[in-house]
């Protein structure tokens, strides 16, 4: 294959990424806070691979913030985007204010999603509750459309008194 027709490829590729994540709808969490990067391969003459952590707020619970650490592909093709990206994720979420719920949710819901492929993997972050223990939970994974992944991580947040807001019921929130 000529060195042409492998630019015209990757232009192509990188069209029909941005053309999908433009007409994916907007949410609430759909850009998270870099909080920091660290190296952790040396790569000659290109990017290094490295570990990003990064919050988000949940869009449906005030209150909640969560932090998640993944690692991002260095070299060429990942600094262009082309390469598919790890699937160890881990999650930490924890309660940052009084909780208060937006909108009735369902168990299982989905609090966050981004990209970790050009085309097929996603990394999720849905949410459920714990109505016997009165405890938000939340578990990151990552998924392919042709397979799954059985790595995931899962953080809870216990709903507790702040200040002098008691604690609201997460089980007159969630349906099943």
């Known amino acids: 294959m000529s060195r042409a027709v492998k630019y015209l490829i990757i232009a192509g590729c990188l069209a029909a990424s941005a053309a999908i ?23 000659f003459l290109s990017p290094d691979h490295k570990l990003a952590a990064y919050a988000i707020d949940d869009p449906e619970i005030e209150g909640v913030a969560c932090h998640f650490t993944v690692p991002e592909k260095g070299g060429w093709t990942g600094w262009l ?10 999650l930490a979420c924890r309660q940052i204010g009084p909780i208060s719920f937006k909108r009735k949710l369902e168990q299982g819901g989905e609090a966050f999603r981004q990209r ?10 849905v949410r459920g ?5 009165n405890v938000l939970v939340y578990v990151v994974y990552s998924d ?25 019921r997460c089980a007159d929130w969630f349906s099943e």
């Not at 991580?153 to 507790?160: C, G």
């Open 21 to 43: 994540a433009a007409s994916r709808p907007a949410t609430a969490a759909d850009e998270p806070d870099l909080i920091f990067r660290k190296s952790t391969v040396w790569k």
């Open 116 to 125: 970790r492929s050009l085309l097929f993997k996603r990394m999720r972050i």
């Open 81 to 90: 985007g082309l390469s598919e990206e790890l699937s160890d994720i881990s």
């Open 144 to 168: 392919k459309l042709i397979e799954g992944s059985p790595k995931n991580s899962t953080s809870t947040v216990p709903i507790m008194p702040w200040g002098a807001t008691l604690p609201v």
């Open 129 to 133: 509750c714990d109505a016997k223990r």
